[in-house]
Structure formats: structure tokens, C-alpha cells
């Protein structure tokens, strides 16, 4: 790797991880702001997405830019695909908590008391996740990465669990409809964010070893 290429890729990654950081912040922030029936920290979140919208694009710019400018081959090349799809990633998981924090707005209007809803075992598992994607890509740890893509059906399954526990408050309480489908709105993307920690840890160990295995289920 030439030097000038090697600096531009330091740079990269450098953004990223800036970026990665404001959007776990992020994350942290909307499930604050529902723990607490929060206004002021739900619409905070949804105005810190504008920013983090901009930086993804800088980000993407930034790589069609060294693409161009030194034609990388093999593993360098591997990394900028890698960081391409890593950074739609990330910028998707802050549309994911400003999602987050829009829903706790429009709870707060229909319940406006503590939720009853336990999210915390998801969240943990969820931000562990998140956390541990971007420290694989960081550290360029395959192991790490697996551990991302292991803890996935814990989060699939508490999904479920909250849903179909929902779906029975509705059928007991069916004058607070609205209030339960926030709710399952919210666990849908509490799990989506789950998915796409996974596919973080998934490019991560291409960038790492060049190895495909979205589609593998028995990776070890």
C-alpha cells in the first residue's frame, strides 16, 4: 500500500468511527428518552440525525474519491467496499433511533406514565451488539464479529416475545391499542438495529479475511 493511499484509508476509518460514535450516542439517547418518557431527549435525537445524514454522505464521498483517485487492488480495495456499505449501515441505525425517539413522542401523547413495557434485556443484547460491530471493524477482529452475529436470535426471539405479550395487552386492553403498537413498533426496530449491527460484523469479517457469510448459517 502505497503512502498516500494508506493515509487516505487512516482517514476513513477515522470518520468512521466519529460517525459510529454520534449514532450510538444516538441509540443510547432514544432508548433513554423511552426508559424516562422523555421529551426533550426524543426530540434531540431526531434533530442530531440531520447531522449524521451529512456526515454518512462526506463518508461516501470520501470513498469514491480514493477509488478514483489511487484505483486500489486486493485487500484495499476489499476495505473500501467494506467501509461503502458499513457507513449506509451505520447512517441506518441513526434513522433507526430517530424512529425510536419518534414513536416515544407519540406514546408520551397516548400514555403519558412510566411505560410498562420491559425493553431492557433487548436493549442490552442490542447495544452490545452495536458496541461490539464497531469494535471489530475497528480492531479488524474476526472473532469479535462473530460474537455480533451469535448474539442475533437472542434479540429475534426477545422480539417475538415482547410482540406476541403485546398482542394479548390489546386483546385485554383494547382501548389502548395505540399505546401497545408503539410499542411493537419500537421492538421492531430495537431488532432491525440487531440486524444491522450483524451486518457490520458481517462486512467486517470480509474486510478481515475476504469471507462471505451473510448466507452461511453454520459459521464458526
Known sequence: MGKHLKSAIDNLMEMLMNLSGKVEQNVSMAFDALKNMNVEIAKKVINNDEEIDKEEIIIEEECLKILALHQPVASDLRYIIAALKINNEIERIGDLAQDISGHVLALIKVF?????????????????????????MVNMDREMALDVIRKDDFVDNKNREICLKISNYIKEDPINTDYYLQNIYISKRLERIADLATNIAEDTIYLVSGEIVRHDKNID
Open 112 to 136: 403519558p406514565k412510566k411505560n410498562i413495557i420491559d425493553f431492557n434485556p433487548m436493549y442490552n443484547a442490542v447495544l452490545f451488539m452495536l458496541k461490539r460491530s464497531i469494535d471489530s
